[in-house]
């Protein structure tokens, strides 16, 4: 068989995408192509009769092959983009969402208001540690502990840190239970998916993102209360909670945030208008 060219390789990647019913085929056949041949996208269409060598295609349909079983295009590749900077991205992580990207753009608007020199701040579940470290990088002030009760997760979120050159303190822990220092703002995008309703999520998402990273019990609250009901011993006077959340979960955290003496400063939407995320403050009893 002759080597095919770049654009046979996009047209018959293309096709093989459609037929699994992926999301914009074309688009995605040429960012797996521009993968395999480590360049970009403006590469392929001005080369576009260049031949593929044998490494290259199969580099190319190994990609087209685990999407084609729905794997997500950040773990076959090994990387996402995350307010402007590039995370590593296993399966033992979530994917960075650009929705987060709001409650990164939240909290660092509200640090950059504060006086203080240092600024401690905890990521708390922080996964790949893409939020506690886009806040550190932009906020030098910052003093930045990630935890996370996953181990593999805090391997993947410690590489990021070093690609970053951000020194992080991570601590494994579940929730608050092995931390002892106070901060001037908590951030948190915990599990908050209803158990029942996990598997009504794309196969994308069910099959392949940790489902340890999903599961937000029954009613996919149970961490908001947990956190709420501890976070002001680990507050300093004033502090500040920033959570990501469910769209239609605002109104349960804006209780459990109340009961537990926070008032609501703010409510985040995403880029498509839903409320997705809250600004809370701490109260004096």
Known sequence: MKNETYEHALRRGAQILKQANIPEPRFEAELFLSHALNT??????????????????????QCLFKRTHHQPYAQIVGHKEFMGLDFVVTPDVLIPRPDTENIVENA????????????????????????????AYYEKRAV?????LSFKALKIAKENARKHQIDIKFVQSDLFQELS????????NPPYIPTEEIDDLSQDVKDFEP???????????????SIFSEARNFL?????IICECGWNQIHDITF????NYFS??????????????????????
Not at 48 to 59: D, G, V
Not at 110 to 131: A, H, Y
Not at 236 to 240: D, E, I, N, Y
Request: net charge positive; proline share 2%; with cysteine.
């Open 256 to 259: 459990i945030a109340n009961t």
């Open 181 to 188: 220092d106070q901060y001037n703002m908590i951030v948190t």
């Open 236 to 240: 300093m006077p004033g502090g500040t």
């Open 40 to 61: 970009n996208r403006l590469q392929l269409l001005v080369n576009q009769n260049t031949k593929l060598t044998l490494e290259q295609k199969q580099r190319y349909d």
């Open 144 to 148: 930045v502990t990630g935890s996370d």
């Open 108 to 135: 660092l608007q509200i640090l950059k208001k504060m006086p203080q020199q240092k600024l401690r701040v905890l990521d708390l579940c922080c996964g790949s540690g893409d939020i506690g470290i886009a806040i």
């Open 211 to 225: 489902q340890m990273a999903l599961d937000g019990g029954k009613t996919g609250l149970d961490f908001y209360r």
């Open 264 to 285: 609501v400063q703010k409510v985040i939407r995403d880029l498509s208008g839903l409320d997705r995320g809250l600004v809370c403050k701490s109260l004096s009893h």
